[in-house]
Each structure stands twice: as C-alpha cells, then as structure tokens.
C-alpha cells in the first residue's frame, strides 16, 4: 500500500476537491456556534452553507444547553450522528483537531475539512490512511459557493 494514502489529502488538487464539493449533500459542523456568536464564522459559515442548500448537522463542543442550532438538532459527537456524513466540517483551533480524531474515526465520514488557518498533519495523515478525504486550512463556504454558482448557469 505505502503511501496511496496521500491520495486522500487534497492540497491543490482542484478537480477532486469540486468532486467532494458537488457530491456533498450532508455536513457535520464539529464546533459550530449559537446564533449568539452570529457574527462569528463558526456560526455565519454553517448558516451560508445551508442557505446554498446543504443539510447542516450541528456538533457543538461548547453550548451543552442548545439542542438546536439553525433549526436542526444538535448532537454532542460526530459519532451520534445518524446515518452518512459527506463532510465533517471543523471549526477547531489547530491544536485541539487531535483530540477528535477518535470520535471522527468512529464515524468515517466521507471527508474531514479544516476551516481556514486550521491545520493538522498528523491528525490529517491518521484520517487519511482510513480513507477519509481531508482538506486542510480552507473555507468551506468560499469553496461550496464556486460549486452553487457554477451548478446555477
């Protein structure tokens, strides 16, 4: 096998990232926010994607009180979730990616994407020898809406 599993780290590879994108009907957003922190984009991101029209799944790390978020239930881990993930979106700061790896690795969504400025290797290389898609330090919502404008013409 060696190294076939950096096939699933998509750096700069466009054509497969428009792939995932325009396969994507259901997102995980591992640490969205409340629409108390609307202004922030843990919050704004999520929201956008699911005015473009994807299902939004709320995975809040903080908030244990909310049991809805944009009008959709929350679950407290990736794992509970039912039924397929096509992307775990993670609002993390880099350093606490690892962490939810375990909980990732339970569900096996199809892709794990890193919001923009969040990057970890390791956790990136231990996902991607399972087979799981990760796309580091990029905006979803910048990504998807290229998708949506081009699936509108």
Known sequence: MGDAWQQNLIEDDEERLLALLRAARRVA???????????????????????????????PVYYPDAVEILGQKVYRKVADVPGEIDIVDVFRRSGDVAGHLPDLLAKKPRAVWLQSGIRDDRTAEALARTGILVVQDRCLMVDYREVARSAAR
């Open 29 to 59: 957003v591992l640490g969205i926010k409340t629409e108390m922190a609307r202004g922030q984009p843990a919050y704004y991101v999520p929201q956008a994607l699911q005015q473009m029209g994807l299902e939004i799944v709320p995975v």
